[in-house]
C-alpha cells in the first residue's frame, strides 16, 4: 500500500508559477513510476506529466515546454514544476504511483491538490 500526499496548490496570477510535491509513502518508491494528472470542472482526468522509474519523463501535449516533474528518490517526494500558468490550467491535480508490473501492477492516487491560474 502505498500513500500519497500532495502539496503545493493555490492561487497564482497568469504567467506565474508553482511548484507541486507529492509525498509517498513505503520503502520501494525509487521503482515505482510516478505521474500527475489533473481535473478541471466537467472535463476528463488528463495527464499532465509522468517519470518512470528510470528517469524518462512523458508530458501531455499542453505541459510539455512549461511544467517539468522530477523525483528524489532520498525524499519518497515527486514534484510538478509549472511555469506560464494560464487560466485554462486551473484544475485539481492529482499524484499518481504505479507499482510495477513484477509485483503485482496496481494504481494509487493522491487526494488532489487545487490549482487556480486567475487575475
Known amino acids: 500500500q502505498v500513500q500519497l500526499v500532495e502539496s503545493g496548490g493555490g492561487l497564482v496570477q497568469p504567467g506565474g508559477s508553482l511548484r507541486l510535491s507529492c509525498a509517498a509513502s513505503g520503502s520501494r518508491f525509487s521503482i515505482y513510476a510516478m505521474g500527475w494528472y489533473r481535473q478541471a470542472p466537467g472535463k476528463q482526468r488528463e495527464l499532465v506529466a509522468s517519470?518512470?522509474?528510470?528517469?524518462?519523463?512523458n508530458y501531455g501535449d499542453f505541459a510539455r515546454g512549461r511544467f517539468t516533474i522530477s523525483r528524489d528518490n532520498a525524499k519518497n517526494t515527486v514534484y510538478l514544476h509549472m511555469n506560464s500558468l494560464k487560466p485554462e490550467d486551473t484544475a485539481v491535480y492529482y499524484c499518481n504511483a504505479d507499482r510495477p508490473p513484477f509485483l503485482g501492477f496496481e494504481r494509487y492516487w493522491g487526494r488532489g491538490t487545487q490549482v487556480t491560474v486567475s487575475s
Open positions: 517519470v518512470t522509474s528510470d528517469g524518462i519523463t
